[in-house]
């Protein structure tokens, strides 16, 4: 049974820094492609990040570049976001996703499987 946990949300000032983790079961996340996508109230699902299956390249929306990291362990079988200089504007669900194509801009409706989401707020 294909499995996507997420943790790691939470509430921080604007300036700080957050780590999401994703925690896969029924296959390797070395297998597949990978990506976080993010949805604030009333806005669509938007695509933050992904990350080919062989590791690289990582890919990022414009407005995280140079402020959020994609990674993964393929021992935990775990993906990560970690996210610093954060802005209120980057309050949202965040979920992580696989089995989609690893292209920029990231369209929800093709990735195969989701996390249940992680709520972060940053606050001003």
């Known amino acids: 049974q294909v499995q996507m946990v997420e943790s790691g949300g939470g509430l921080v000032q604007a300036g700080g820094s957050l780590r999401l983790s994703c925690t896969a079961s029924?296959?390797?996340?070395?297998?597949?492609?990978l990506a976080w996508f993010r949805q604030a109230p009333g806005k669509e699902r938007e695509g933050v990040s992904c990350?080919?299956?062989?590791?690289?390249?990582?890919l990022y929306t414009d407005s995280v570049k140079g402020r959020f990291t994609i990674s993964r362990d393929d021992a935990k079988n775990t993906l990560y976001l970690q996210m610093n200089s954060l802005k209120p504007e980057d309050t949202a669900m965040y979920y992580c996703?696989?089995?989609?194509?690893?292209?920029?801009?990231?369209?929800?409706?093709?990735?195969?499987?989701w996390g249940q989401g992680t709520q972060v707020t940053v606050s001003s």
């Open positions: 029924g296959f390797a996340v070395k297998d597949v492609h």
């Open positions: 990350m080919h299956w062989s590791g690289s390249p990582t």
């Open positions: 996703a696989a089995g989609g194509p690893s292209a920029m801009p990231l369209r929800h409706e093709e990735w195969v499987y």
